[in-house]
């Protein structure tokens, strides 16, 4: 089945939205929490799944659900119908700042492989599930990069990532490394692995983790300079803790009194 045929727009710069125009009777899926606003007259419905089965048997159903599940997600995604009888629009955020970048899946082949946790919305008919991995190493040390999502279909979806985008082309066996949790996604002829950075001193003191992502081209890969896993961190490592001494943060008192105190993260 064809995916439905979607305009849009994007719009802003660090904390960017995308714009849906949806003639009559078209629909497009969003993950739960993305919606941002519409216009009056367009019917948002809970489906199961991504939508993409929703005219099949109980079991494919299940199946494309089911394989959300293992990624992580929700169960359910949101359909947004244009049940007007002229052109209306619909809009969805980024979660957290960054860019929207816009995957026209018959440029890509009719997949686009992508981290479990950065797509936004699509077109109906774009099929959204896991993709497994042969390799043993993947699914050993693949840490923020193991579980990888699948986009399939002839439509437009539309992922987001977090800081800076960075959008490279490899050519036949150009190899590209990079830290897990910065791949946004990639095109499906990409080869993709892990690797282990090796050394002691890397392993114990290097501060960037036991291993890292080689992408071989040729094809198309998108990284992002602020993967959420590392803003987060950088976070929660910032907060105060509960029932602190109170000393003043980022202080040279504070400092010392922490290093006394046996907490030496200052």
């Known amino acids: 089945m064809k995916a439905h045929e979607i305009d849009y727009h994007i719009y802003g710069e660090e904390m960017q939205y995308v714009e849906i125009e949806l003639d009559p009777q078209e629909i497009v899926v969003a993950e739960s929490g993305s919606f941002m606003m519409m216009d009056n007259g367009i019917k948002m419905e809970t489906?199961?799944?991504?939508?993409?089965?929703?005219?099949?048997?109980?079991?494919?159903?299940?199946?494309?659900?089911?394989?959300?599940?293992?990624?992580g997600e929700s169960l359910f995604m949101t359909a947004f119908l244009n049940q007007?009888?002229?052109?209306?629009?619909?809009?969805?955020a980024s979660p957290y700042p960054g860019k929207i970048i816009a995957i026209d899946l018959n440029q890509f082949g009719g997949k686009?492989?992508?981290?479990?946790?950065?797509?936004?919305?699509?077109?109906?008919?774009?099929?959204?599930?896991?993709?497994?991995?042969?390799?043993?190493?993947?699914?050993?040390?693949?840490?923020?990069?193991f579980i990888m999502q699948?986009?399939?279909?002839?439509?437009?979806?539309?992922?987001?990532?977090?800081?800076?985008?960075?959008?490279?082309?490899?050519?036949?066996?150009?190899?590209?490394?990079?830290?897990?949790?910065?791949?946004?996604?990639?095109?499906?002829?990409?080869?993709?692995?892990?690797?282990?950075?090796?050394?002691?001193?890397?392993?114990i003191f290097g501060g960037e983790g036991m291993f890292y992502a080689t992408l071989r081209g040729p094809g198309?890969?998108?990284?992002?300079?602020?993967?959420?896993?590392?803003?987060?961190?950088?976070?929660?490592?910032?907060?105060?803790?509960v029932g602190g001494s109170g000393k003043e943060e980022g202080s040279l008192l504070g400092g010392i009194g922490r290093l006394l105190d046996g907490d030496n993260k200052f």
């Open 47 to 71: 489906i199961f799944g991504d939508g993409s089965q929703q005219q099949s048997g109980l079991f494919d159903k299940l199946l494309s659900a089911g394989k959300r599940v293992l990624t």
């Open 84 to 92: 007007n009888n002229f052109k209306s629009k619909v809009s969805f």
């Open 112 to 145: 686009f492989i992508c981290q479990k946790d950065s797509f936004l919305c699509a077109a109906k008919g774009v099929s959204v599930g896991i993709e497994f991995s042969k390799k043993l190493g993947r699914g050993l040390f693949g840490g923020e990069g």
């Open 150 to 203: 699948k986009i399939e279909g002839d439509g437009m979806a539309f992922v987001h990532s977090g800081g800076t985008l960075a959008k490279k082309v490899l050519a036949p066996n150009q190899v590209i490394k990079v830290d897990t949790g910065c791949i946004i996604g990639f095109t499906k002829d990409v080869d993709y692995d892990i690797e282990f950075i090796g050394g002691i001193k890397n392993t």
């Open 220 to 241: 198309t890969v998108y990284i992002q300079s602020l993967p959420f896993s590392r803003l987060a961190d950088r976070v929660i490592a910032s907060a105060p803790k």
